[in-house]
């Protein structure tokens, strides 16, 4: 069995009516009042409110992709932050905002993000309203109060397209192919642009590959997490690339000519993003598991296999199995080919789970899975063994 670390605990809370994932509330009861849902992951990342259930475990499992792919590359604290970024879903016709979302920053560096959503949302949509609500927390730390949102756009785009290429991969390739034919922007114009400005077509492309490029030159000696937190602060672009010292950069000529080069190479790089077997084994094994908030024990539980089938029909426990079918159809190219089969049967769990007509089929399939569970991890001890092995005969 896997079910041995916490994951996503969700928490229902109610407006003037309570209720719990186990009992329906009275129809005239739902009918008097409008039902506020409070969606909350682990400590110190993310929480959601809507009025539309449905829509919170399906935006709070985006909000775990954003959290887990910018984790290194935004160096975001292993425990969290002291509060969590809130993501508020208000309804379309409520939203008197002119951009695709907005943020707040309150006292003590709390962070609210507000999107609007219609009857479908848009997943990229809600997913860049995360990153740039993760970003302006990033920038807020050791900040008490009055913090603007001084997130430069381009960063925001290339952090989105990030998570976006790192959960579906065909996805860098496509990127490869846009870049291949697009006008490059110089690098001080990208990194200097202003939200209030029409972005140009060429924008949202330039700002990854100068991610993956300014990272190829500071990833493993700190000067990208310098020049993030310069950023992140305000500091004028030309100070900011200052972070990466012993450059050949002694002027804007020299810059450009530095940047048209690496864009080239990296565009020229046919590496793929695939999980590492850690990162496969903690997606799968925080995806094999629903943690609720029981308001009968008032205690978070975890759903046992037997109960995930007897609770299927409960509309958050199917948001959550459509919503990580779904993931999982996109990742299962970029597993670690060790999880590859325990993805592809995890996913036929929880489609099954979705689908809610055969319990038969039902435990078959999660049997496979416990199995192919046990095979992945099996496989990942008798290599480190080789491994090992290996490298002692070679230090002789």
Not at 174 to 181: G, N, T
Request: with cysteine; net charge negative.
């Amino acid at each position: 069995m896997v079910w041995h670390r916490s994951g996503i605990w969700l928490f229902l809370v109610f407006a003037l009516f309570s209720g719990t994932l186990w009992s329906e509330e009275p129809a005239a009861a739902q009918d008097k009042a409008e039902r506020v849902v409070l969606y909350s992951g682990p400590a110190g990342r993310f929480e959601v409110i809507t009025i539309t259930p449905a829509l919170g475990p399906w935006a709070l499992e985006i909000s775990e992709l954003v959290w887990d792919q910018l984790t290194e590359v935004l160096a975001l604290p292993p425990a969290g932050f002291p509060s969590p970024v809130t993501l508020r879903l208000i309804p379309a016709a409520r939203w008197q905002g002119t951009e695709p979302s907005s943020v707040q920053v309150e006292m003590a560096g709390r962070v609210t993000v507000q999107v609007p959503v219609g009857d479908t949302p848009d997943r990229n949509v809600i997913m860049q309203a995360l990153v740039r609500g993760l970003l302006v927390k990033r920038a807020t730390i050791n900040v008490d109060y009055g913090y603007a949102d001084n997130v430069p756009l381009w960063l925001e785009l290339a952090a989105t397209r990030w998570v976006q290429t790192h959960v579906q991969p065909a996805l860098h390739d496509q990127w490869r192919q846009e870049a291949a034919v697009v006008r490059l922007p110089p690098m001080m114009a990208i990194l200097s642009w202003q939200r209030d400005r029409p972005s140009p077509s060429n924008l949202d492309v330039a700002s990854y590959g100068a991610m993956l490029w300014l990272r190829t030159l500071g990833a493993d000696n700190g000067l990208w997490l310098e020049f993030l937190r310069r950023q992140l602060a305000g500091v004028p672009t030309a100070n900011s690339l200052g972070a990466f010292v012993g450059q050949p950069w002694p002027g804007v000529d020299d810059l450009e000519l530095a940047w048209q080069v690496g864009f080239y190479e990296i565009c020229r790089q046919r590496v793929l993003p695939f999980l590492s077997i850690e990162e496969s084994r903690g997606l799968l094994r925080d995806w094999s598991r629903v943690i609720v908030h029981d308001n009968r024990i008032d205690a978070e539980a975890v759903l046992s296999p037997t109960e995930l089938w007897e609770h299927r029909k409960e509309p958050a426990v199917r948001a959550i199995a459509a919503t990580r079918t779904g993931e999982l159809e996109l990742r299962l190219g970029s597993m670690h080919p060790f999880f590859r089969n325990a993805a592809n049967s995890l996913g036929r769990v929880l489609f099954l789970v979705k689908k809610g007509d055969s319990k038969r089929d039902w435990l078959r399939a999660w049997e496979q899975f416990e199995v192919d569970w046990n095979d992945a991890n099996e496989l990942t001890r008798v290599s480190a063994t080789i491994l090992d092995q290996a490298q002692a005969a070679s230090a002789r």
